[in-house]
């Protein structure tokens, strides 16, 4: 027989689910509809709540990603950084027992945070050669938006640094065992990490850093004639859409971004939220 | 005038079971044999698209009655047209999801 406060952890566990915002109204309606269930398919019937949490979560407005603004995506990188700094200083003795030409004391870690950096820096103008770029195309911006834009952009890569350097000690250890897998891992590590940093500096707002959302399909390219079709995504903030086009064609080789002007600020609650308070 | 909506087979089942009288979740549910986790995803998604509006009965009436307040759909007028045009479409419907006997307050 199930016991009476099993249904109940169960609806509690889907509702982490469920868009926080929308939480409370969520579990009001799956426990009023427990209360006239009869306590035998009551386990059941609470199980399908996962997937109408889910369903609620995909389609909520007021959700935003984790990373969305800025400031949360340096925060986590750094908190990011700080437990890789701390996984390296742990590994740190280990490593000299297992490699004979690295060694790596505590207090040397900036220096070798700045060696990573470096070879770093030297990958970056290749891996960004090889990744298309959609914000090739945009309207001159301003230079506080372009210094902010750089900023971040360099704070990102300073901050992945130590991520790498922890992935590099982990693989100088378990090197001897497999050397070629290593080396391949440590180059895909680095390649994939410095990618990421420019395929998300791609997907943010050119004016405040956000990532772009409220993704949408244009065109279908079986029913266009000559004309643009493609995704186009939006900034929460309402600074503008950046159009990415399917195939790149003579007349839209790449990504445009279009500015919005303040007149569309209407459209997006975040925008006139922040105008009003 | 607007195409009628053409429904998935589910879908339809779930608008002919508030069409004749089972307006909550559950009784939706019983009356279509389908289980919750497919019941409540697909009244949301018929909420969005107009074709069901959902409320919540007053909380004075639930509390006369010593019961928590429940939440129970209507259809829209765009839903009752869904509902004729896919009677025609899936004829058995009648039989799988029969009449409510006392459902509505």
């Not at chain 1, 909520?60 to 700094?85: G, M, R």
């Amino acid at each position: 027989m199930t016991a009476r406060w099993w249904p109940h952890t169960i609806l509690r566990a889907a509702a982490l689910l469920a868009p926080p915002a929308e939480r409370a109204r969520w579990l009001d309606e799956w426990r009023s509809e427990l209360w006239y269930l009869p306590r035998e398919g009551a386990t059941r019937f609470c199980l399908g709540a996962f997937r109408d949490a889910i369903e609620v979560r995909r389609h909520s407005e007021a959700l935003t990603p984790p990373l969305a603004s800025p400031t949360n995506c340096l925060a986590f990188l750094a908190l990011l950084a700080t437990v890789s700094l701390c996984l390296v200083a742990a590994l740190a003795g280990q490593l000299a027992a297992h490699a004979t030409l690295w060694r790596m004391p505590t207090r040397a870690l900036p220096g070798e945070c700045l060696v990573t950096l470096l070879f770093s820096c030297g990958l970056l103008p290749i891996i960004r050669l090889a990744t298309p770029h959609p914000h090739s195309q945009h309207p001159p911006r301003s230079w506080p938006s372009k210094l902010r834009a750089s900023t971040f952009l360099a704070l990102k890569i300073l901050l992945v640094q130590p991520v790498l350097l922890c992935g590099f000690v982990i693989l100088l250890i378990a090197g001897p065992a497999a050397p070629v897998a290593a080396q391949l891992a440590l180059l895909a590590l680095w390649v994939g990490t410095l990618r990421w940093v420019i395929d998300d500096q791609h997907r943010r707002c050119p004016d405040c850093q956000r990532l772009l959302g409220g993704a949408v399909r244009i065109g279908v390219a079986s029913r266009t004639f000559l004309e643009w079709y493609g995704g186009e995504s939006s900034c929460s903030e309402g600074h503008g859409l950046l159009q990415t086009p399917d195939l790149s064609a003579s007349y839209c080789r790449s990504g445009q971004w279009l500015r919005l002007g303040n007149s569309w600020h209407e459209l997006f609650p975040a925008a006139s939220k922040g105008r009003h308070s | 005038m607007a195409e009628p909506q053409k429904l998935t087979h589910t879908s339809a089942m779930i608008l002919h079971a508030i069409a004749v009288g089972h307006i909550y979740g559950y009784t939706v549910m019983e009356a279509t044999g389908l289980p919750s986790g497919t019941v409540y995803p697909a009244l949301r998604r018929l909420e969005r698209d107009q074709l069901i509006r959902s409320q919540w009965e007053k909380q004075s009436i639930a509390d006369a009655e010593q019961r928590p307040a429940r939440k129970y759909y209507k259809l829209t007028r765009a839903g009752e047209s869904a509902v004729e045009e896919n009677r025609r479409r899936y004829p058995l419907l009648e039989k799988l999801a029969p009449r409510a006997e006392v459902e509505q307050s």
